[in-house]
């Protein structure tokens, strides 16, 4: 898998903190993306808790007006080459359903755990609160749905093998991988440094 320039320049606009940062965090940073088994919450101990929650909420943005954009624009192309068939309905009703799913998925996180962060960050604490709010998070938040991404990719593989040498397809699946593994890396700095950082901070100010 390798990162495009277009793809590095975009999520370098997450960090609130880029000029602080050397290269060596984004070779680091980017070696993650490509295999986030080597995931290192470590990485990101020089970031703050509001810069943390800035870059969450960057790539929520990201999510919804780049890259889901830019799958549809591949699955119009798609549509064009082959017309309205089963492989295109499928994959169209997948993109509806992942769409809103994502959508309410983001809308769950802002809502519930960064409007919590952004009142600490404000001098707003409430105990009670954090209760919920953590133990609500912690337990329906899931990552299923970076998974739906590859599980749609083998079931269109599965409809019709050939398309694995249709470019076109070749690069909705390029993307769907690099999605994938960003959403990943996405949702373990939420449960491994976010949620850490925000125990951290409550500590230090409250």
Known sequence: MILSDDYKNIVKLRFNNI???????FKEYYQQIINPNTFNNGLFNVFSLKDVLYYLQKSHVEYLNVWYPKIETITNKIQKQIGVNELTLTLNTFLVNYFNELSNHINFEEKVLYNFVNKLLNNIYVESEK????????????????????SIQKRLINLNPDI??????????NLFKLLHNDLKIHG???DEVLIDK?????????
Request: proline share 2%; net charge negative.
């Open 198 to 206: 925000i125990y951290q901070y409550i500590d230090n100010h409250f």
């Open 188 to 190: 373990l700095i939420e």
């Open 164 to 173: 694995k040498n249709n470019s076109n397809f070749v690069e909705l699946f």
């Open 131 to 150: 209760v919920f709010v953590l133990n609500h998070f912690l337990e329906t938040h899931s990552h299923a749905i970076e998974d739906d991404l590859l």
């Open 19 to 25: 000029n602080e940062l050397p290269d060596s965090f």
